[in-house]
């Protein structure tokens, strides 16, 4: 398999590892998956020059949030596959090691915590919710789980 073919199916099963953790962390802990329908309208509202909300989910409705929600979630997923890749190098695709995979996918909880979480009106870091440290964790915990997910991915693409 070719680099970009491998980094894009790499960025696709790490994202769909961290969606399998947050359906799980729903059934055990009560906690709500992400709903990337917002993600979908802050990204939306870009397109018509509003980047920061107070909160997004006032904010007006975007059509076809909830699709293009979940496509900028899966492609972020594969940008930051590439990122892992360009940080450790394309060795990495062939002999996939768990810890740089790990400790990118724990780097990468700084896009929600200093771009996503302020834009949508959720505050830096999370600062603005009702439990601020609670939410950090769970981003720390998800990010962690994505980058699991680089390695396992990874792994597999090996094995076949």
């Known amino acids: 398999m070719n680099a970009v073919l491998a980094i894009i199916v790499t960025g696709i099963g790490a994202t769909a590892v961290m969606d399998v953790w947050g359906a799980i962390r729903k059934r055990l802990f009560g906690i709500p998956p992400a709903d990337y329908a917002m993600v979908g309208r802050w990204i939306g509202h870009m397109t ?87 939410a950090r964790l769970q981003s720390l915990i998800t990010h962690a789980v994505f980058g699991f997910g680089l390695w396992a991915t990874g792994w597999v693409l090996q094995q076949g």
Do not use: C, N
């Open 48 to 134: 018509r020059g509003t980047f920061r909300h107070d909160r997004i989910a006032a904010a007006a409705p975007i059509p076809g949030e909830r699709a293009l929600g979940w496509i900028v979630h899966y492609g972020t997923g594969v940008a930051f596959a590439a990122g892992l890749i360009w940080i450790v190098g394309s060795e990495w695709l062939r002999q996939p090691a768990l810890i740089p995979a790990l400790a990118f996918g724990i780097g990468t909880v700084a896009a929600p915590f200093l771009l996503m979480q302020p834009g949508m009106g959720a505050g830096v870091a999370a600062s603005r919710t009702p439990k601020p440290w609670s």
